[in-house]
């Protein structure tokens, strides 16, 4: 069964909707801050709205609802580990079960959003405490649960498909050694082809004769009474004897 990746969802505090929690809280000096930054968040103006978080927190540092608020204008612009750590503060400051639940909650998301499986799954056990109706940290919790167990059974498919994929990958370079040998033996040959091709074409190659076959002949003969001539000549010169003075 494929769980599909659910909308993480955080909650909003909001000033009305807690006077009747904390009024002693809102008493203090930061309330309008908290009130101007809830309304530039809903315009989702989060840079704005952290800005004014802050201003409030510099008036009541222990402001649970000002921590918690700026921990959503933190976790929208996905600065996770900060709206974490304000998340966290909120649920240490507050009194109220609802913000400790719904701040542990968002806590939980955080670590969702980093697929942090174990740690998501505490922040949704300890939200549920708090708050046993919670029907969304109820799904989440369930979500991070399937994904974990997911994670730690695939964990061998992981590793399974990393070794097939280095296998893969080695039968593929030995496939590339192998066609670079024979691309290597066949410029080889070419080269050498080349080669004799080259040093044939430097030979002097004999030349068609011009001569038809009665001139050949005819050369024939006149070489051949030149020799019989130079023979009779070489006779002559041969036979001759030096003359020399009488001996008188």
Known sequence: ????????TYRMLTTAGLLCLCTGVWAQSGN????????????????????????ALEQNQQSDIGRYNLGNSLYEQKRFDDARSQYANS???????????????????????????????KSYKQALKLNPADE???????????????????????????????????????????????????????QQQDKEKEQQDEKPQPQ???????????????????EK????KMKKIKGQVVPVEKDW
């Open 91 to 121: 649920a240490k400051l507050a009194k109220d079960k609802t913000v400790k639940g719904d701040a542990n909650y968002n806590i939980g998301n955080t670590y969702m959003e980093g697929k942090k499986w174990d740690e998501s799954i």
């Open 32 to 55: 309008k801050y908290i009130r101007k930054g809830n309304e530039l968040y809903k315009k989702q103006q989060f840079t704005d709205a952290e800005a004014n978080y802050k201003k």
């Open 208 to 226: 068609p004769s011009k001569l038809d076959k009665q001139e050949a002949e005819q050369l024939l003969q006149a070489a051949q009474q030149s």
């Open 136 to 190: 969304q940290a109820r799904y989440n919790l369930a979500y991070a649960q399937a994904m974990l167990k997911k994670q730690q059974q695939g964990g061998g498919g992981d590793n399974k498909d990393k070794q097939e994929n280095k296998e893969k990958d080695k039968q593929k370079q030995q496939e590339q050694n192998k066609n670079d040998q024979q691309n290597k033996q066949q410029n080889k040959d070419q």
């Open 229 to 232: 001539k130079l023979q009779d």
């Open 1 to 8: 069964m494929i769980m599909h990746i659910p909308e993480i």
